[in-house]
């Protein structure tokens, strides 16, 4: 079955490509040149969301690009499949930059020009999340309308997004290794949060490039078992990162102020202690999608 009988019609295409890719490369553009421009002073976190916007902005240049000069031989997987997973994860990682950013990182600056241009990639980054969400409820839309099976439309596909975002920003911050390499336990859960990530990565490849079929194993049980490691792996990351970071026998610090660097100066980092926390939540959020994950592959195999 050709893809072109399947994506939407040649006209909704040209829309979307004049009237909402130019605006999102526009909001990303100016995010991550606002960003840029600060040098030394954007940090470790504004490092990272200026990589997380200059991807947007490539992979989004190349869709307006591949829209406008529609060709069935350029990918080898059908086009639809990939225009919306990267428009969830493209309104995710917007979504989280522009909180993560503020919060993390813009809070600490002190009055003036830089902290000026950090709050405006900020307001950019929102306005990109919002165009990137518009175009994710437009194809759905469409696609609903259609009859089109796409995966990132069931229970599974959305989990799998979500949890393959929520382990980027987990990298984001622990990016700083002094959070974790004083403790084997803590590296553990580095390690933890790396396979969990290269599971949902394969999974999500075998789905969209229609590999899936090929497996050995009954499509079922091998997501119940990739599943069921990952929740187990999660759950002691869940109780051992809190543990060493927080627990002040065990080398932690229980409370925020006794941080330095949330206290005194801005770091390269910001405010570590700040990072410890944000770690520990999104593992606890990882951990529930997980859960949700496991209770539908076994209701599918039961």
């Not at 909001?27 to 940090?43: Q, Y």
């Not at 969209?208 to 091998?222: A, C, H, M, Y």
Request: hydrophobic content about 50%; some cysteine.
């Amino acid at each position: 079955m050709s893809s072109r009988r399947i994506i939407p019609e040649e006209d909704d295409v040209d829309t979307l490509c004049y009237f909402l890719r130019l605006p999102q490369v526009i909001s990303i553009c100016l995010a991550f040149s606002l960003v840029a421009s600060m040098g030394n002073e954007r940090g470790a976190v504004g490092n990272w969301c200026l990589a997380i916007w200059c991807l947007c902005f490539t992979v989004t240049v190349f869709i307006s690009m591949y829209e406008c000069f529609y060709c069935d031989w350029i990918l080898p997987f059908f086009w639809y499949k990939l225009h919306i997973t990267y428009a969830c994860y493209a309104t995710l990682f917007c979504l989280l930059t522009s909180i993560m950013y503020p919060i993390f990182y813009v809070q600490y600056l002190p009055y003036g020009p830089s902290r000026d241009r950090a709050i405006a990639a900020s307001a950019f980054s929102c306005i990109a999340c919002v165009l990137y969400a518009i175009d994710v409820a437009y194809t759905w839309k469409h696609y609903k309308f259609k009859n089109i099976p796409c995966y990132v439309h069931t229970l599974p596909g959305l989990l799998k997004i979500l949890e393959s975002a929520v382990a980027c920003v987990i990298f984001v911050f622990i990016s700083n290794t002094s959070l974790y390499l004083h403790q084997p336990a803590l590296k553990w859960c580095v390690v933890v949060y790396s396979i969990c990530f290269v599971q949902v990565a394969v999974a999500m490849l075998l789905k969209l490039s229609g590999w899936e079929n090929r497996l050995p194993l009954w499509l079922p049980i091998f997501h119940l078992g990739q599943t069921m490691l990952s929740f187990l792996l999660y759950v002691s990351a869940m109780v051992l990162w809190p543990l060493y970071q927080f627990d002040e026998k065990l080398g932690g610090q229980p409370h925020w102020y006794s941080d330095m660097s949330c206290v005194d100066e801005l770091t390269d980092y910001g405010c570590v202690w700040d990072q410890r926390l944000a770690v520990a939540i999104l593992t606890a959020i990882n951990l529930l999608m997980y859960v949700a994950d496991l209770v539908y592959w076994t209701r599918q195999v039961l």
